[in-house]
């Protein structure tokens, strides 16, 4: 089983259509741009309810554009999820940082890979925590082109 959980830099490597663009600067109308990241969209469902938290009007499917100063709001809470995922917690209280309506894997399927998946989510959370910061010190916002 090939991980989701994969923040993806070069563009030439995202294989189809069901991918997240996260774009450094304003919406211009432009897609699979080469200073964006990208990431399946299973992958970054498990963003969406901290991603919420700050930007209530988000959803999946559509353009959202978040000032730089939200996005290191939602990079502290993201570090935060990292922190709380790497303390091996019961999947009773992971349904605190994660919607699982809105991934595509089950409670049950995280569960039963629940090491693996805890390990390659951390790993993508620390990935994009990082490219968020670098990203802010230089545009005032960061736009997620949705699926």
Not at 5 to 31: L, Q, S
Not at 117 to 128: A, P, S, V
Request: glycine share 2%; hydrophobic share 35%.
């Amino acid at each position: 089983m090939e991980s989701p959980f994969e923040m993806i830099t070069d563009v030439d490597k995202v294989e189809n259509a069901y991918y997240i663009e996260v774009k450094p600067g304003e919406y211009n109308a432009k897609y699979w741009n080469k200073e964006s990241v990208y990431f399946a969209d299973e992958a970054f469902a498990y963003f969406y309810t901290t991603i919420c938290k700050y930007v209530p009007q988000y959803q999946p499917t559509q353009v959202t554009e978040i000032k730089a100063e939200t996005w290191l709001r939602i990079s502290n809470q993201l570090q935060e999820l990292a922190y709380f995922l790497s303390t091996n917690p019961p999947m009773l209280k992971l349904k605190k940082w994660i919607d699982f309506s809105k991934v595509e894997e089950t409670y049950k399927q995280f569960d039963h890979h629940k090491n693996k998946y805890i390990r390659e989510l951390i790993n993508m959370i620390n990935e994009f925590t990082v490219w968020i910061t670098k990203v802010c010190q230089t545009q005032s916002y960061i736009t997620i082109l949705g699926t």
